[in-house]
């Protein structure tokens, strides 16, 4: 079975979608165990499970990425639309575009600190698609 | 059901297999909607889901890449097989092995710009093998 | 079927699970061919397809990794649980939470050189679950 989860952010960060998922699953009756797999169908932000506990450590995230892959124009070829676009693409590509993640009587098997992320690498970006798989 | 997909590629670099892989499910039978998950048998290519319309794009990820991850032998202790040898594996380690794509109506359910790569690391590779599970 | 494989790790480094796992599958009497989903629990761990010939590329990829996600305590604000809380984050969001194996005859269908492997960013873990959804 497969259904879909739209979010829009208000920009680059890590954004909490594991209510989103879990209702998506609901609103599909998804009952017992299994596997859902997400997949996002987007090119410049990314999936992410991470801990859901202090808000400190989504922002030494987005520090680390920053530096990692500088929104610098000199750095790339790429800059159809903007400073945030290549760096946006790299940042995807050395993160998740599919995640799965196994449910046990309907809920996500998610450890006690763990949630599920979308991680958006552009500053002013559309609403994002995940598509889940359900088996 | 598991099948397999080869591709003998020049040298490192990003390389679109969404046509060999739709072909290689086509060939399958494949209808209807599931999942496609799609592994890759080595430690020194990886599969990306990056995207489709400018190739600056790809031109622009080797190079971020190359920087992170320096073929400079002085670097590393294993150089049994040259020094594009443990930058490969140090890449592959950075993105992934295994993705899985859900199709609706026997095709991707790829985003409009989306495409699938091989991302080859080495500068004189062997074919590459990818396993193909479709539920 | 969902089952779960718990592994103790003495510190930071690259675990071979392989065996482990394979024995997971055995113990719920998996033979045919399918798909092997693992799932870590945990946010400061993380999942690897690896070589598993020469452990100078497990040494290597820990060196690369301690330099690109350094445990610099001025670098980050999270610190609760001390100057590896924050580094082992940033290295389990580059590294994979998921992988999706397919099996062959009851068999990972690993390639020849390839092992799975635990990597564990923490220097005091405590004991890390992995779950396994087959299907």
Redesign the interface.
Known sequence: ??TRFERQVSGQGLFDITRGVAEAMSQQGVTG???C?L?I???SASL????NY?P??L???Q??MNK??PQDPT????D?EGPDD?PA??R???????????F?DGDL???T??AVYLWEHRENPGPR?I?L?I?
């Open positions: 079975m497969i165990d299994g596997l797999t997949f169908r987007h090119t992410l499970i991470q801990e202090d400190r450590v922002d030494d995230l520090t680390w990692a892959v750095l790339y070829t790429h159809d290549m693409h790299i995807s590509a050395l993160t998740a575009s599919s995640l799965g993640i196994p046990i098997a998610l450890g600190w763990q698609t598509l798989h088996t």
